[in-house]
C-alpha cells in the first residue's frame, strides 16, 4: 500500500476557536449536528461505541445515536450482547463521531447507564414492525449454526405476535452515556488542526481546554 496516495489536504473551513464556540459542550455538539443534516451526510448519527472489560480489555463497533440532550447520548441495544455484558461489568465508555465531508471529529467520553422501561417501550413501539420483529428473532452476539436459524426464528416471532402492539422484549433496550469530556477536531490546511477539549470539573462547571493536534 501506497500511503501517499490516499493522503488528502484538508479544506479551510473556518477554525474552532475559543471565540466561536458554545459554552456547554452539549450546546456546541447540537451545533454540529444541525450542520451535519443541513450538509446531508449519510449516517451522520452512525457512532463508534468503544467499551472495556473489567481488566481493560476493550472493543468497539458501529451503533446508532437515538437522541440527545443536556443529560446525554441515547442507544439501543441487546443487554446480553458483549457490549451490554461489558456495560455491566464497568460502566465506563467512549464514543466517536467522524463527519468525514465536514472535516470533523467528536469523541465523547463517560459513563452508560440503563435507560428507563418507559423510555424503552417508547422508543420500541415507534420503530418499524419489521425491526420489532427482528429483537425477538435474534440474540445478539450468539453463536448461531446458520442464517437459516436465524431466518427461520423471524418468521416465528411474526407468526407468534400479529397484533399492532408487540411487546418490548425483556432483554433489550435503552442506554444512556453520561459525559464528563468531548472534544472536538476540526481539520485544517497543513495538519494545523483545531482541538478543543470539555472536561467536567467537580464543580458541576466545564473547562474548556485547547489541544495541540
Known amino acids: 500500500m501506497d500511503a501517499n496516495k490516499l493522503r488528502r489536504e484538508y479544506q479551510a473551513r473556518g477554525g474552532l476557536t475559543e471565540g466561536n464556540i458554545a459554552e456547554k459542550p452539549y450546546d456546541q455538539f447540537e451545533i454540529w449536528f444541525n450542520e451535519a443534516i443541513d ?50 461489568q464497568n460502566p465506563h465508555a467512549a464514543l466517536v463521531f467522524y463527519w468525514r465531508e465536514l472535516d470533523r471529529q467528536v469523541r465523547i ?30 440474540r445478539q452476539s450468539i453463536v448461531i449454526p446458520e442464517r437459516e436459524h436465524l431466518e427461520k426464528n423471524f418468521e416465528n416471532a411474526k407468526e407468534k405476535y400479529t397484533s399492532d402492539a408487540i411487546p418490548r422484549p425483556p432483554h433489550w433496550g435503552g442506554y444512556r452515556l ?35 493536534p
Open 178 to 212: 453520561i459525559p464528563n469530556m468531548y472534544e472536538f477536531w476540526q481539520g485544517c490546511p497543513s495538519r494545523l488542526h483545531d482541538r478543543i477539549r470539555y472536561i467536567l470539573k467537580d464543580t458541576g462547571n466545564w473547562e474548556i481546554e485547547r489541544l495541540s
Open 109 to 138: 467520553n463517560g459513563t452508560v447507564e440503563k435507560m428507563t422501561a418507559a423510555e424503552s417501550d417508547a422508543y420500541f413501539a415507534s420503530r418499524p414492525i419489521d425491526s420489532q420483529l427482528a429483537v425477538w428473532a435474534e
Open 39 to 88: 450538509a446531508e451526510i449519510d449516517l451522520l448519527d452512525a457512532m463508534t461505541l468503544a467499551t472495556a472489560t473489567l481488566e481493560g480489555i476493550p472493543s468497539a463497533r458501529m451503533v446508532v445515536l437515538r437522541g440527545f440532550d443536556a443529560n446525554g447520548l441515547c442507544f439501543y441495544t441487546d443487554y446480553d450482547s458483549q457490549k451490554g455484558r461489558e456495560l455491566a
